[in-house]
């Protein structure tokens, strides 16, 4: 117990080395531009989906095999004692001994081996860091920077993308001290990277002056949101207000941005035309220059609403009418038609009419009826074939092929009562009294 616990603790101690046995090196997918002899817009570097990879090295192996050189080296210098002879025995110089006991070398050395590079791997894997590639964070950004080494790195500003909103980046972007004065912003990605880049640049006003005209309509919140601190913001709100196409657009221009009240109410003043609007515009601007008009305009529009209310109602009502009328009109006449028709026939003619009828309503019930069963044989046939699946092949087919017919008996069956519906509606218009 001795010897294993000395070397147990040995190897172990040994495995503790194992930290410096991996090798942690900052990875990404692509970079933009590869190389810097490419060139890109304002000059900027992208790295896509940047990593740290944490592999294994070469210490590793060699750690493992001094582990089981350890090991044997442990054994050999803890060698077990094993009985020789039996009664008395002569040794290599001709001397005689007892029964006795020699040190056995072979054995523990190669369990000292085995012990030991088993031990150290074990130890080794269960302390050194897993390997894989690991996404980073904010909090990791600089030593992935500092790892990456890029020679633009020091004379630029840092820009992070990230993935859903979480605190894991997705793009790095190195950009040039040197692109602010002259940056070019054409889209909103241009612009997110530049003022996160240069958030107080003295040079924003005039690149936003340049470019924001060229943006669309809905991208220009966005821009606006980049550029808010910038005095410049308040000409891209006013052309926010200005590209609006009607009353709603306008009036969610000023909700957006309050600044532009007194030239959003003279918009949706001149834009307003139905009640929800003029009462959209009086709750937005209560005190402002149009609203006596407005109001005015509104109380119109509510008595005008009335009187087409009142028109509407008086017509649907005279509409109502005229369709009653014309319903009771065609009754009368279909009574008098069923009259006339019942009595261009004798009482025996008009007897076996209703024979007819009734004969056929009767062979109707009757199909119908033998139809219902013909469906519950079938889905019972349909259940016992279903159990015999599991055990008995040949007797699935069999019930299969009478369900089938039971299945075309019930569609010739439906054939039938629909033939007999059919020859009923051409007695019922010789005697509608009937129906």
């Known amino acids: 117990m001795y010897h294993l616990s000395k070397l147990v603790v040995s190897i172990i ?4 080395l194992l930290y410096s046995c991996t090798s942690t090196n900052a990875t990404y997918s692509e970079r933009n531009p590869q190389n810097d002899n490419e060139g890109s817009k304002n000059n900027i570097v992208e790295y896509k989906d940047p990593k740290f990879t944490t592999s294994k090295n070469a210490m590793f192996l060699g750690t493992v095999l001094i582990g089981g050189g350890a090991g044997a080296i442990a054994g050999y210098l803890n060698p077990i004692e094993k009985t020789i002879g039996r009664g008395k025995y002569k040794d290599a110089y001709g001397v005689w001994h007892d029964d006795g006991t020699e040190k056995d070398f ?6 000292g ?5 088993l031990i150290t791997y074990l130890v080794a894997n269960m302390l050194s860091p897993n390997s894989g590639a690991y996404e980073i964070n904010s909090k990791q950004e600089q030593k992935w920077l500092k790892d990456i080494n890029d020679k633009i790195l020091m004379n630029s500003s840092i820009v992070n993308k990230f993935k859903n909103e979480s605190d894991t980046i997705s793009n790095i972007f190195l950009i040039p001290k040197s692109s602010e004065n002259n940056f070019i912003i054409d889209n909103l990605d241009d612009a997110f990277l530049f003022s996160s880049a240069f958030p107080n640049s003295e040079f924003s006003g005039k690149l936003l002056s340049k470019s924001f005209s060229n943006f669309k309509r809905n991208e220009l919140p966005k821009l606006i949101d980049y550029f808010k601190k910038d005095q410049t913001i308040e000409t891209v709100k006013i052309h926010y207000l200005n590209t ?15 600044s ?24 937005s601007f209560p005190d402002g220059t149009s609203a006596p008009v ?18 509407a109602s008086e017509k649907a009502e005279i509409e109502a009418r005229v369709e009653k009328e014309k319903k009771e009109k065609a009754k009368i006449e279909w009574e008098k038609e069923k009259e006339r028709l019942y009595n261009s026939y004798s009482p025996a003619e008009r007897d076996k009419l209703a024979l007819e009828i009734s004969s056929l309503k009767n062979k109707q019930e009757l199909i119908n009826s033998q139809r219902d069963n013909l469906i519950e044989e079938k889905e019972e046939l349909d259940r016992r074939a279903f159990k015999a699946l599991s055990y ?14 039971k299945s075309d008996k019930a569609v010739e069956k439906r054939k039938e009562y629909w033939q007999l519906k059919s020859k009923l509606i051409e007695l019922y218009e010789k005697a509608p009294w009937l129906y």
């Open 392 to 405: 008995n092949r040949k007797l699935y087919d069999e019930l299969k092929r009478q369900s089938s017919k």
């Open 244 to 258: 609006g196409s009607g009353f709603s657009d306008y009036i969610n221009a000023f909700r957006k941005y309050p």
């Open 294 to 311: 407005i109001k005015q305009k509104l109380n119109i529009a509510k008595e005008k609403y009335k009187e087409e209310l009142r028109i």
């Open 106 to 111: 072979s054995t523990t050395t190669l369990i």
């Open 13 to 16: 101690s040994l495995a503790l």
């Open 260 to 283: 532009l009240k007194d030239k959003a109410e003279i918009k949706t003043a001149s834009s307003a035309g139905s009640i929800s609007e003029y009462k959209a515009y009086l709750a």
């Open 113 to 117: 081996a085995g012990a030991g590079l």
